[in-house]
């Protein structure tokens, strides 16, 4: 579901008027059911994927987040977004496109480092992932790419794969943190419930 497009009127001229079309997306947060979903392939690559791909991209923008699942706005599609510079890419590129990604290959080498969630705002748990990672996956004209990175990108991308498998960050941590962190989540619910 689209919140209402919001329109941003630039400059003071009547003359001069850009209007930058915005769709955000709702993110799910947990323990929102449909996070648990196992999500399918996507078969068509139209217009309406381009969309979603257009505004999930905002929607990840607004949220400052490094990466994002479609199953994040309750679309349960095998894609997700890498942030460009997450991606060691310029700033200015667009988000890197993960459809139907598979892993060719996780080092051996690991890493343990804070991770964060944006179905999980404010919570950063140690998470041990590999090193380095090679996926290949679709890019959003359906051409298959290959792409390896190391550190936070590989990070990002064990990430949000898990995500298209209802893996959760929650799952990644022992049991006491767990009780925390569901504890946690649940006052945050109650307090934002109208
Ligand atoms: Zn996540």
Known sequence: ????????????????????????LPILRFPDQRLRETSRDVTSFDDDLKRLVADMTDTMYLAEGAGLSAIQVGVPL????VDPEV????????????????????????????????SFPGIFVPVKRAMTAEFKALDVEGKPFTVEGSGLFARAMQH???????????????P????????????EAEVEAP
Do not use: Y
């Open 87 to 118: 991606a060691a890419r310029p700033a200015t590129d667009p988000p890197v496109v993960f459809i139907n990604p598979q892993i060719v290959r996780l080092s051996d080498e690991e890493q343990t480092g804070d991770e964060g969630c944006l």
């Open 160 to 174: 949000e794969h898990d995500h298209l498998a209802g893996r959760l960050l929650i799952d990644m941590v022992g």
């Open 78 to 81: 095998r894609l997700f977004l």
């Open 176 to 187: 006491v943190k767990r009780q925390i962190i569901r504890r946690k989540m649940r006052k």
């Open 1 to 24: 579901m689209a919140v209402p497009r919001c329109r941003v009127l630039l400059g003071p001229s009547s003359d001069v008027i850009l209007s930058i079309e915005m769709s955000i």
